[in-house]
């Protein structure tokens, strides 16, 4: 409808199509809306609309694609890097969602407690218990982020396969 009438969509309204593209797992729209805003050069691909490409593509199971507009970021944050760790963890590439985090400490961008959510999810899909309880005490010990609900139910889970 916007397209259609005299009001051009923006960097926000981007944001919110693609997330909705995302949690409706509509791979083909989303698709279309990241070469909307790679054909319109008044659109910026800053980190946010960045990351929310990724996560589309992420939570769609088009991991080739979201690593593919990961690289190409001049600018990334932790929302980003989650994004890509989420990706792999939840399709089962537990190794490579490991991968990341690493590439994601040495590039200097401190972990969050989603990270951790992100990470011990990877642990738990690929049935990774010792490395998921590695990183529990890492996000402890390290980067002093204090275990939530959350946190504990995917160790929880870990323990329970």
């Not at 990183?135 to 995917?154: A, N, Q, R, S, W």
């Amino acid at each position: 409808m916007m397209q259609e009438g005299e009001v051009k969509p923006n960097e926000a309204s981007l944001v919110s199509v693609l997330t909705a593209c995302a949690n409706m797992g509509k791979i083909d729209r989303g698709k279309w809306k990241h070469s909307y805003v790679e054909e319109n050069k008044r659109i910026e691909l800053d980190v946010i609309l960045s990351a929310s490409v990724v996560t589309m593509y992420a939570k769609c199971g088009a991991m080739d694609l979201a690593r593919e507009v990961f690289d190409e970021m001049w600018e990334r944050s932790v929302v980003s890097w989650n994004s890509v760790i989420m990706g792999y963890g939840s399709h089962e590439y537990g190794a490579k969602a490991l991968e990341m985090f690493l590439e994601m400490e040495k590039s200097g961008e401190t972990p969050n407690g989603a990270t951790f959510v992100c990470v011990l999810s990877a642990c738990t899909h690929a049935g990774m218990v010792l490395e998921g309880w590695w990183y529990f005490d890492l996000m402890k010990g390290v980067y002093k982020i204090e275990p939530k609900v959350e946190h504990y139910g995917c160790i929880d889970w870990v323990v329970l396969d």
